[in-house]
Structures are given as structure tokens and as C-alpha cells.
């Protein structure tokens, strides 16, 4: 692992721990429930859904599961989600690492949730100009593409 990668990893260590993952345990009504509501589209229950896949809380433990519930509630505007998608992009954490991705994400959080600008510093300080400019053009093309604006976390 060369230097960048190290230092990349601390730092979003630290990020990702500055996004507190609320502490619940679910049995499994509760997951069968959880599951039904994040299939019917309600972002708040995909959210809820990735984090139970993160910990393992009444799922086995799938960061791939995990970012499939995040990726849904992120492109309903959940900017919790927004911001756990840019970390797993940043980390390449159940998905490809791929730091434009990442960008894209972390900057629709902070559009609309500004406490997110740390973050974006932050990641934006590993990445290459051209990550960068994409991750900034791809978040122009989402915002354009989806007709309301982005949620805030609840």
C-alpha cells in the first residue's frame, strides 16, 4: 500500500466516523419490516438498511448489500446516504474504488447539507484535478436529471 493510500485511509476513517451510524439492534420482524419499506422506496428505511447490512445488525454483514441500500436512498437525495456512498466510492468498499464517483457524491451532500464542505475538503485533497472535474460534472448531471431537489437527512 503506497503512502497515498495509506494516508487516504486514515483520513476517511476519520470521515467515516464523523458520520455516526445511529446504534439499534434489529431482530428479525424488524428487518423483515425494514426490507419492505426500503423496497417500496422509502429512503430513510434503505438508509436504515445499509447501516444493518454495515454492523451486521440482523443481516450478515455485506458491504456490497450495504451500498446497494445506500446507492438507493442516495439517489432519492438522502444526503446521509450521499455521503456513505462517497466514503464506499472513496474506499472502494462494496463498490469499484473510483475517486470521481466518490466526488460526485460527497459534493450533492454538500449541497445540501453545508456541515459536508469538511468532507469534500478532505477527499477532494486526495483526489487528481481530473477526479475532481468529473466528480463535479457527474453531480451537475444528477442534479439535472432529477427534477426535485435533495433531501436533507432527517
Known amino acids: 500500500m503506497n503512502r497515498f493510500t495509506r494516508t ?17 439492534a434489529f431482530a428479525a420482524a424488524d428487518v423483515a419490516k425494514l426490507t419492505a419499506d426500503a423496497t417500496g422506496g422509502n429512503a430513510a428505511a434503505q438508509f436504515e438498511l445499509g447501516n444493518a447490512y454495515i454492523k451486521g445488525d440482523g443481516v450478515i ?8 441500500w445506500y446507492l438507493m436512498a442516495a439517489d432519492q ?29 460527497i ?32 453531480a451537475d448531471q444528477w442534479q439535472a436529471q432529477h427534477a426535485t431537489p435533495p433531501k436533507p437527512a432527517s
Open 8 to 24: 487516504l485511509c486514515a483520513r476517511m476513517a476519520v470521515a467515516a466516523a464523523l458520520v455516526v451510524l445511529p446504534a439499534t
Open 61 to 68: 454483514a455485506d458491504a456490497t448489500q450495504a451500498a446497494k
Open 77 to 105: 437525495g438522502y444526503t446521509k446516504a450521499q455521503v456513505q456512498m462517497a466514503l464506499k466510492y472513496a474506499h472502494g468498499n462494496g463498490v469499484p474504488l473510483d475517486h470521481a464517483e466518490a466526488d460526485k457524491w
Open 107 to 138: 459534493v450533492l451532500a454538500s449541497r445540501t447539507d453545508k456541515n459536508e464542505g469538511a468532507i469534500v475538503n478532505m477527499l477532494e485533497g486526495h483526489f487528481t484535478p481530473d477526479e475532481i472535474q468529473r466528480g463535479h460534472a457527474a
